[in-house]
C-alpha cells in the first residue's frame, strides 16, 4: 500500500530552520508531483510548495524567498528546506503526492512549531 512518511518536525525559536523529508513507498514516485501542505489550528489545509518531476517548484506566498522543496527520484523522498521560521508557520506540516484526481495520497503529518 502507499505510505508517505514524515519527519524532521519539531520546535525552533523565531529566526530558524528546520528540514522535512518525506519518504515514499508503494507509488512509482517519479511520476508524481510531490508537494508539502500545512494546516494551522482553527484554519484550513494549505499548499506551501509542489514539485512536479523535472519541472518548476510552486511556492505559496508565504513560503516564497524562505522555504525550498527539492526531490531525491532515487531515494523516493522530498525535501521542505524552511529557512527564517516565524511563529505563523506553526503548523501540521502534510506531505503529498498527486497524480490524478484517483491517485492522491497523504502522511499522517510532522508538527512543526516556531516558539520563542
Known amino acids: 500500500q502507499v505510505q508517505l512518511v514524515e519527519s524532521g518536525g519539531g520546535l525552533v525559536q523565531p529566526g530558524g530552520s528546520l528540514r522535512l523529508s518525506c519518504k515514499a513507498s508503494g507509488i512509482t514516485f517519479s511520476v508524481y508531483t510531490m508537494g508539502w501542505y500545512r494546516q494551522a489550528p482553527g484554519k484550513e489545509r494549505e499548499l506551501v510548495a509542489n514539485?512536479?518531476?523535472?519541472?518548476?517548484?510552486t511556492y505559496a506566498a508565504s513560503a516564497k524567498g524562505r522555504f525550498t522543496i527539492s526531490r531525491h527520484n532515487a531515494e523516493n523522498t522530498v525535501y521542505l528546506e524552511m529557512n527564517s521560521l516565524k511563529p505563523e508557520d506553526t503548523a501540521v506540516y502534510y506531505c503529498?503526492?498527486?497524480?490524478?484526481?484517483?491517485?492522491?495520497?497523504w502522511g499522517q503529518g510532522t508538527q512543526v512549531t516556531v516558539s520563542s
Open positions: 503529498n503526492a498527486a497524480f490524478d484526481y484517483n491517485r492522491i495520497y
Open positions: 514539485l512536479p518531476t523535472g519541472s518548476t517548484p
